[in-house]
């Protein structure tokens, strides 16, 4: 069956950098476009980043726009979101979603077929 499982989060403080990594199992890496999304308690999950299933495409939501990268290794079935200068603001559970398609990337959450369960990002100041 599918799973996407999220790791990498942490604490950190304000100006550092962490890197999420989300393994994908139990379906064609490759043909999946994949997004990351997040969600501060009180707040409805947003989105942050996404890919099309070559990579080769991506879009950002603002406030991440040139500090998050994301990225994939279809050899290692692995998605990565590299976060640099973390923001209190960028606290959050952060997932990683999937959602079978070649035609590009998707920035909605209800354009997304499967969820990882989360891993929390806590930035201090």
């Known amino acids: 069956q599918v799973q996407l499982v999220e790791s990498g989060g942490g604490l950190v403080q304000a100006g550092g950098s962490l890197r999420l990594s989300c393994a994908a199992s139990?379906?064609?890496?490759?043909?999946?476009?994949m997004g990351w999304f997040r969600q501060a308690p009180g707040k409805e999950r947003e989105f942050v980043a996404a890919?099309?299933?070559?990579?080769?495409?991506?879009g950002y939501a603002d406030s991440v726009k040139r500090r998050f990268t994301i990225s994939r290794d279809s050899a290692k079935n692995t998605l990565y979101l590299q976060m640099n200068n973390l923001k209190p603001e960028d606290t959050a559970v952060y997932y990683c979603?999937?959602?079978?398609?070649?035609?590009?990337?998707?920035?909605?959450?209800?354009?997304?077929?499967?969820w990882g369960q989360g891993t929390q990002v806590t930035v201090s100041s």
């Open positions: 979603a999937a959602v079978l398609s070649r035609a590009g990337y998707y920035r909605r959450a209800d354009q997304y077929d499967y």
């Open positions: 139990g379906f064609t890496f490759s043909s999946y476009a």
């Open positions: 890919s099309a299933w070559s990579g080769l495409s991506t």
